[in-house]
């Protein structure tokens, strides 16, 4: 079956910069990538998606890459701020009924 | 509120206890789904519902753990004999089928087994 593998665990950046969480998938028909920010106490929270006939997608300070060939894609956080200190998770799909999840980053941003 | 609503918030038990949390999803969408979230780990799919039907269960959901959708609104998931390891946060999430397909979580039901 699938496997999500999320790294690095843990990251801290200082506020302003940029901030990059990498995940790798197993089955290469998974066609849907999304990105989810956990806060503490609360549900996973969709922040960006990218879907495999799609390299690259950008939202404000947010972006998304996927490479397919070497089954690997990533976060990327512009000029960071201390509200975006969350738990980031990667997730897979073959279809968005059934997202495997990676282990998720803790990102810590200070001030 | 028309987010996701998940009652109880936490439940602590005695292991063999049986308990049940309740799901409520947002009020068009007709799938929905539970998960299961142990500490330092991303949450772990469960089963899902398009309307009433159970249309997938994970090899997670052993005979212990059932889930019910009775008129595809909101649904419940039991957990009879409880042990040690069914300590977990479950969240359950929604989402209208179409392209999107995005999941909206609730904030999830905290169970400690004693």
């Known amino acids: 079956g699938e496997n999500v593998e999320q790294h690095p665990s843990t990251l801290s950046v200082q506020e302003g910069d940029s901030a990059v969480i990498k995940c790798t998938y197993s089955d290469s028909a998974s066609n849907y990538f999304p990105w989810y920010k956990q806060e503490l106490g609360k549900g996973p929270q969709l922040i960006i998606d990218?879907?495999?006939?799609?390299g690259e997608k950008k939202d404000q300070r947010i972006a998304v890459t996927l490479n397919k060939t070497a089954k690997h894609f990533s976060l990327h956080i512009t000029e960071t701020q201390p509200e975006d200190s969350a738990v980031y998770f990667c997730?897979?799909?073959?279809?968005?009924?059934?997202?495997?999840f990676g282990t998720g980053t803790r990102l810590q941003v200070f001030p | 509120d028309t987010g996701v609503s998940q009652d109880p918030r936490h439940k602590i038990t005695k292991r063999g206890q049986n308990v049940t949390f309740r799901c409520d999803p947002i009020?068009?969408?007709?799938?929905l789904y539970w998960y299961r979230q142990t500490l330092g780990q991303g949450p772990e799919f469960l089963t899902y519902?398009?309307?009433?039907?159970?249309?997938?269960k994970s090899r997670l959901l052993s005979d212990r753990f059932s889930a019910e959708r009775p008129k595809g609104s909101f649904s419940t998931l039991e957990i009879q004999r409880t042990e040690q390891g069914d300590s977990a946060m479950y969240l359950c999430?929604?989402?209208?089928?179409?392209?999107?397909?995005?999941?909206?979580f609730g904030e999830g039901s905290r169970l400690t087994v004693l």
């Open positions: 997730a897979a799909s073959i279809t968005t009924d059934k997202l495997i």
């Open positions: 990218i879907r495999s006939n799609v």
């Open positions: 519902f398009q309307n009433e039907a159970q249309l997938e």
């Open positions: 999430a929604s989402s209208l089928r179409g392209p999107t397909g995005e999941l909206f």
């Open positions: 009020s068009e969408h007709n799938r």
